[in-house]
């Protein structure tokens, strides 16, 4: 609506010099094609004001034209259709009735409205009609009517506009105005009196005003007086404030000084405080007692009155490591106090080192030549002797140990170097003699045969004496292999020697375990290995770094068997360095141990390689030392245990058999024991596997080498070696039942068959060889296509020649001949081998099978020849039966 | 075989032979007292021989067994066996008479070829874990056994019942035969003047 009245103004309105006050959006009633057009109400903007009706239509170019324009005084009657109803239809009735249709009924009214308002206000006095109008939209004051605000601002700028020239008289000034005029009565009838009173009344009214106005002068007189003098004391006034002012910015000055002064003076108290503080701070952490002193120029290295050393020292050392603030260090160079006072530390400390330094020296020295508690050369059990008795005495130093290891470096390593030696030299006889003794039980004056190069254990008495006289090495014969007869066997341990062998042996390694470990124990609280917990990484050297006082007392101070379950965390190098300095030797005996058992019966390389496997595995500090040793030691064992099952395999390869008849290789016969023995060590052992391994490494060796012995053999046919060696092979494993090996045995289990079945039709000897020949031929013709009915008129194969063939096996030429048969069955097989009874049953099966394939083929080729053998199957069977009783 | 000082004596040696029909459970009697295993699947044996040594009252003993055939096509093939056995297991199977029947034959056979009537022999009734399925009683068989003087066992090579007792209980009749054997020859004059050399 906004735009449109905007483009009606400027397009139509402008033009006429008129102002548009109320529009209004209306149709023809009763036109089906409804054509738009708006009611215009306008006023022209010269004088007199007159207002209009214009009807406006949009024409085909789009362009606005007025269409119909009424003035509004001809409008007689607005009717508004229904004063109750709300109808958009409405009529104006100019010089005739005009018919609208709002397009809505609020638009209708507002625009009734400002007709209405038009009307009231330029034709106050010949308004129009308005019927059927609600009162409410008739009221003068339109303004309050909801809708009204469209237009009166319109109506109400223009009301403005026009009354700054011109106004209609109000009604009061037309009231006095009319009462003006009654008084006057002439006025109506003697305009001119009536003029000439009035001006003599504005004369009178003038005179009167200038008269108030001249009366007033001497109050104003006064009042300017007043004025100026209040004018003066107000100078006054601003003179004195300045004054005050004055003053006040000089006080402001000084006050402002004041506290600057103020605020320097508690800046120096503060200052002056923290100094004392820190001064004092300085003297008590560098303040060391004086009755401390003389403990430590003096020292008293009794182990009853070690406490008050120890404090002192403890003392020492807090002062020495007192933390200087950083940002005194400094300041400290120049302190004479504070560097007298560290000189003063300085010498306490040297000469306090080098007390306690002698003083321990000598300690470690004579402690060196502790003969342990009493080696017990007769002592039944096997031990190893315990030094808990010096650590016990020394451990009271550990303190001053530490104390040592963080201020005097070098002292302390010189210290750690001279303990190293002089136990070391203590562990290397407690354990040189304890391995000597482990090997007496089982050496027992008996044979040790093969006891390693005599610098294993050079310089060793009595039982070493017997080791080493026995025979330096051995050579391939003697020792306990696979491939050699038993009987030539060496002088290996029997049974329960290796059964105590293994005894010994574990004692050797549970002895070891807690001696090492308390020394371990010992020498991690005692130096303190474990403080300086700093990635060591590539540096080895074993200096130390000083200062690291956060000493952690790791362990129990008394190295018990309890104690020594407490995990130990990762053992570092320093520990295990240390403790290979103390054990020189060990790992040496230990191998040596291993080793010359290992070349008097190389079956202890199985209880060994086991024993020490358990102990390795069930080891929970890995990085300890023993560990290591043991471990490196298990290497050697499983080196031996290799090697040995290698000379095992070697001397299967290398098996030779010069018996008459071969009978069972050795290997084979061997390798029941050998199981056992296996089997008993390896029982539970988690190194099962590795004895798996080998088993059937071992026993696919022997299958392969069986064929290669037999065909080497002179007499015996190798389908007979085969034969009873796969045989026995294939029940050893049926009964050793050893796991993996399955298929070794099925593979034996055919071989033997396969062996019997060749010996058998092979080796058969062929009592009724000519026969057999001539039937060979026959069976080849009727191969070859010859019918089995013409086979008799063969040249070589007629009846003739059968009959030839016949004569020269009679019954008693049979009967000779199995008997020769069999006795050369006897001949080639072994009594081990068990197999006679079925070897010869297979032969009979296989006579008979023979025979009845003869008279068979006989029967085929020659039928009604009446050609028979000169023998019947009752003949054979009695022929075997007498062969069996016979014998 | 020449004895070699540290050779240890090899112990006696008794030889077993498993008689009976086809099927009965020799070759299994035998595979539970060898290997302590139970073969469930049947396959004819023509001829196997086994050795284990045992422990028998104290003593190392070693037992050959020689397990045959059930089915032989010719009796006299038997013979050369027999007669290589110190002492006989002859199976039959209680649910099967006619194996029982059989073993009149086999009993036949081997006293005619070891000519010894008292050769050691044992009648063993296997099978006995299948009671429901039992065709020979007990009472039968045990009166054949009195009927030879020689003992009966019933046993199961499924379950191992009397699987050891019937090897040891012939065992030990061979041994203990042998040693009769050897006492008899002992106290005869010829090989006392041997106890003196000795």
């Known amino acids: 609506m906004a735009t449109i009245r905007h483009s009606l103004q400027k397009e139509v309105f402008d033009i006429s010099e008129e102002k548009l006050i109320g529009i209004l959006n209306v149709t023809k009633p009763g036109k089906k094609k409804k054509k738009i057009s708006f009611l215009c109400a306008a006023i022209n903007k010269e004088k007199p004001v007159c207002a209009f009706i214009h009807q406006i239509k949009e024409n085909d170019k789009g362009s606005l034209k007025k269409k119909n324009t009424w003035p509004v005084f001809e409008l007689q009657v607005v009717d508004g259709k229904d004063e109750n109803k709300e109808t958009a239809e409405f009529d104006l009735t100019f010089d005739r009735v005009y018919k609208w249709v709002a397009s809505s009924v609020p638009e209708k009214n507002s625009f009734i409205q400002v007709l209405w308002k038009i009307c009231c206000r330029y034709l106050p006095k010949q308004k129009p009609q308005f019927i059927n ?63 000439e009173q009035l001006s003599k009344d504005l004369t ?98 009794q182990i009853n009155n070690l406490t008050p050393v120890i404090e002192a020292a403890k003392a020492l050392e807090t002062v020495i490591d007192a933390q200087i603030p950083p940002h005194l260090i400094h300041l400290q160079l120049h302190f004479q106090a504070v560097k007298d006072q560290k000189k003063r530390f300085e010498r306490l400390r040297s000469e306090f080192s080098k007390h306690l330094a002698r003083n321990l020296n000598n300690l470690f020295i004579y402690h060196g030549n502790d003969p342990g508690e009493s080696l017990s050369f007769h002592a039944e059990k096997l031990a190893l002797p315990r030094h808990s008795n010096i ?168 190295p018990s068997d309890s104690s020594r379950r407490h995990p130990l965390k990762q053992v570092s190098r320093e520990v295990r360095l240390m403790m290979s300095e103390l054990f020189t030797n060990l790992e040496q005996q230990l191998t040596s141990f291993v080793n010359t058992f290992y070349r008097a019966d190389s079956y202890c390389c199985l209880y060994i ?130 796991p993996g090996l399955e298929n070794q045995r099925k593979e034996a289990k055919q071989r033997y068959q396969e062996a019997l079945n060749a010996y058998v039709t092979q080796y058969f000897g062929r009592p009724l060889e000519k026969l057999n020949l001539f039937f060979d031929g026959v069976q080849a013709k009727v191969a070859s296509g010859v019918k089995e009915s013409e086979i008799g008129y063969q040249l070589a194969f007629s009846k003739q020649e059968l009959r030839k063939v016949i004569k020269e096996y009679p019954g008693k030429e049979v009967k000779k001949g199995l008997e020769q048969l069999y006795k050369k069955v006897e001949k080639h097989l072994s009594e081990e081998g068990n197999l006679l009874q079925v070897v010869w049953r297979a032969m009979q099966e296989e006579f008979i099978q023979q025979y009845k394939n003869t008279e068979d083929l006989i029967h085929r080729c020659y039928p009604g020849a009446m050609i028979t053998l000169d023998f019947s199957i009752e003949d054979i069977l009695n022929y075997f039966s007498d062969i069996a009783l016979s014998h | 075989m020449s004895v070699g000082k540290k050779t240890p004596i090899q112990p006696a040696l008794h030889k077993v032979i498993m008689v009976g029909s086809g099927g009965v459970g020799k070759s299994a009697l035998t595979l539970q007292f060898m290997y302590d295993e139970f073969v469930e699947d049947y396959e004819p044996t023509k001829a196997d021989s086994y050795r284990k040594k045992v422990v028998l009252d104290g003593e190392e003993v070693q037992i050959d067994i020689l397990d045959t055939a059930g089915q032989e096509d010719y009796a006299a093939i038997r013979d050369n066996y027999f007669r290589s056995g110190e002492g006989f297991l002859c ?43 039992r065709r020979v009683t007990f009472e039968d068989a045990k009166q054949r056994s009195d009927q030879w003087n020689v003992p009966y066992v019933e046993t199961s090579a499924k379950t191992r019942a009397n699987v050891d007792k019937a090897f040891f209980d012939l065992a030990r009749k061979i041994s203990s035969r042998k040693y009769r054997s050897e006492a008899q020859e002992e106290s005869s004059p010829k090989k006392s003047s041997c106890c003196i050399i000795l």
């Open chain 1, 609 to 738: 390689y086991v024993r020490l496997s358990e102990h390795v595995l069930s080891a929970e500090d890995t990085g300890s030392f023993l560990s290591i040793t043991f471990g490196s030691c298990l290497i050697q064992a499983k080196r031996n245990y290799d090697n040995f099952m290698g000379l095992q395999i070697n001397s299967i390869k290398e098996c030779r058999v010069t018996k008459k008849k071969c009978g069972i290789i050795p290997f084979v016969t061997n390798f029941e024991l050998f199981a056992q023995t296996g089997e008993s060590v390896f029982k539970k052992s988690e190194r099962r596997g590795d004895l798996d391994k080998w088993y059937a490494m071992l026993v696919s060796c022997m299958i392969d080498n069986i064929p290669r012995v037999a065909i080497e053999h002179q007499r015996t046919p190798p389908e007979v070696v085969k034969m009873e060696n796969y045989h026995v092979l294939y029940q050893l494993l049926s009964q050793l039942k050893l």
């Open chain 1, 133 to 195: 109008i609600s009162r409410e939209l008739l009221k003068e004051d339109g303004d309050k009517i909801e809708g009204g605000d469209i237009i009166a601002p319109g109506l109400d700028q223009a009301d403005t506009e026009d009354e700054s020239d011109f106004c209609a008289l109000s009604e009061r000034e037309q009231i006095d105005l009319e009462r003006l005029i009654l008084k006057s009565d002439s006025a109506v009838s003697d305009a001119e009196a009536f003029a």
């Open chain 1, 204 to 301: 009178m009214l003038d005179g009167a005003n200038i008269h108030s106005m001249m009366a007033s002068e001497s109050q104003v007189k006064a009042l300017m007086e007043m004025i100026d003098a209040a004018l003066l004391e107000a100078d006054k006034i601003e003179k004195r404030l300045n004054n005050y002012d004055e003053i006040l910015l000089y006080v402001k000055d000084s006050i402002e000084k004041m506290a600057e002064k103020n605020f320097f003076i508690e800046q120096t108290n503060a200052n002056n405080r923290q100094l004392l503080e820190t001064v004092n701070q300085l003297i008590t952490q560098l303040e060391f007692p004086q009755e401390y002193e003389k403990f430590l120029t003096n020292p008293a290295f």
């Open chain 2, 91 to 133: 199976v039959f199977s209680i649910t099967d008479d006619e194996s029982f029947q059989a073993t009149q034959e086999f009993r036949e056979q081997i006293l005619r070829v070891k000519n010894d009537d008292h050769i050691p022999f044992l009648l063993v009734g296997n099978k006995a874990d299948l009671a429901d399925k």
């Open chain 1, 391 to 558: 650590h016990n005495e020394l451990m009271p130093y550990a303190p001053l140990m530490h104390w040592m290891r963080n201020l005097d470096p070098k002292a302390f390593q010189k210290l750690r170097q001279t303990y190293s030696n002089s136990m070391s030299k203590l562990y290397e006889r407690d354990i040189k003699i304890f391995f000597d003794e482990a090997k007496q039980p089982i050496a027992g004056g008996k044979r040790l045969r093969g006891s390693g190069s005599s610098q294993d254990i050079a310089g060793m008495s009595g039982v070493a004496g017997k080791l080493t006289s026995l025979s330096h090495s051995r050579t391939g014969v003697g020792a306990a292999l696979l491939g050699i007869e038993r009987e030539q066997w060496g002088g290996e341990l029997d049974a329960s020697e290796r059964q105590k062998f293994d005894q010994i042996f574990e004692q050797v390694l549970s002895e070891l375990e807690p001696v090492c470990l308390a020394e371990q124990e010992f020498c991690i609280s005692f130096f303190n290995l474990l403080s300086s917990s700093e990635p060591k990484g590539a540096n080895t050297s074993t200096a130390s770094t000083p200062g690291s006082n956060t000493s952690e007392e790791s362990g129990s101070n008394t």
